[in-house]
């Protein structure tokens, strides 16, 4: 059996001031899939994706078990041995590109500073790649782009300069934090139609992070629920939407309008309060202040359940649960 192309093994990451941002996460990414990594804002995505890299801020702390890629355990790589493999076999795409692009360089410096670090040869070599990867998420013109800084472009084709910058290495594993959050709904369509464009094309494996169940559906083959720094419920995307056990889960499909169903004057759903900052000694489930299903038994260590598709979840409410509630 193939390894996974990523594998990660009781990830934890914690902040100066106590604060537990990652709680012992394990996933699995496999060869040519996109796995969604979903949640509200704070509950540790973005700390996951930048501790795989490790470019966590100064004072943040990582501990693993494993970070795996490839097989390799990365965990305990240098600062060094990471530069030779950021942008190489595993590239990232950031959340906002204009402030990840640097203001001071054109385009064309940038992409051929990535290919030139890590593959060796020409400038005029490396432009004419970089030319050719533009031109494939779509960028017309591509050799007036690369003569062009980053504020000479809308935000669709910053994140398009992004995309290929990731693809100038062929890398193995492509991390992408919310690439299209500051984007408009049309253009958010677009990049994520060429992301599986891309992806079927040349086999990409992609870890996506998101806040956006919408996203999730339109383009993810597996999907892991994180909250308050854990993965609270994962499986594959069909299974998951259609048989949701954790009620966070199940909120966060509840939040989603659906046409139809909702009256014009209907107040939308909405999962009341937010998500705590967590300490170490924290014990039990971070869900419990805000679930309607909460009962004593969430303050001490969860179980980790498998409803009857297959997928998993941590919760004290056994499979079927909703069906007990319905009745």
């Known amino acids: 059996m193939t390894p996974p192309v990523l594998y990660i093994q009781a990830l934890r990451v914690s902040?100066?001031?106590g604060t537990e941002a990652v709680r012992g996460i394990s996933l699995a990414v496999n060869q040519g899939e996109t796995h969604c990594l979903v949640g509200e804002s704070g509950c540790g995505k973005s700390a996951t994706s930048l501790a795989i890299m490790g470019l966590l801020a100064r004072g943040a702390q990582r501990s693993a078990g494993t970070i795996a890629l490839e097989g390799e355990d990365i965990s305990q790589h240098s600062e060094r041995q990471m530069r030779r493999l950021r942008g190489d076999r595993?590239?990232?795409?950031?959340?906002?590109?204009?402030?990840?692009?640097?203001?001071?360089?054109?385009?064309?410096?940038?992409?051929?500073?990535v290919y030139q670090r890590h593959r060796g040869g020409g400038r005029a070599a490396a432009l004419d790649r970089a030319a050719?990867?533009?031109?494939?998420?779509?960028?017309?013109?591509?050799g007036m782009r690369l003569a062009q800084y980053p504020h000479e472009l809308s935000g669709g084709l910053r994140q398009r300069v992004m995309i290929a910058m990731a693809l100038m290495c062929d890398p193995r594993m492509l991390i992408a934090d919310e690439p299209t959050t500051a984007l408009d709904v049309t253009v958010q369509a677009q990049i994520l139609a060429l992301l599986k464009r891309l992806q079927r094309e040349t086999g990409l494996t992609v870890l996506l992070i998101t806040h956006d169940l919408g996203v999730v559906a339109r383009t993810a083959d597996r999907v892991s629920v994180m909250y308050a720094g854990e993965i609270v419920e994962s499986g594959p995307v069909a299974e998951l939407f259609r048989n949701p056990q954790h009620p966070y889960t199940r909120g966060l499909i509840g939040c989603i309008p659906v046409p139809g169903r909702l009256s014009r004057d209907a107040r939308l759903t909405t999962i009341p309060g937010v998500v705590p900052r967590i300490g170490p000694d924290f014990v039990g489930c971070g869900f419990r202040d805000r679930c309607r299903h909460a009962m004593p038994q969430c303050a001490a260590p969860l179980p980790e359940r498998t409803a009857a598709d297959g997928h998993r979840y941590l919760c004290v409410l056994q499979p079927g649960w909703r069906e007990e509630v319905a009745a």
């Not at 595993?90 to 500073?113: C, D, H, K, R, W």
């Not at 990867?133 to 960028?139: A, C, N, R």
């Open 15 to 17: 902040f100066p001031g």
């Open 132 to 142: 050719m990867l533009l031109e494939k998420v779509g960028i017309t013109a591509p």
């Open 90 to 113: 595993l590239a990232m795409i950031f959340q906002e590109p204009m402030t990840s692009l640097n203001p001071a360089y054109t385009v064309g410096s940038q992409m051929a500073e």
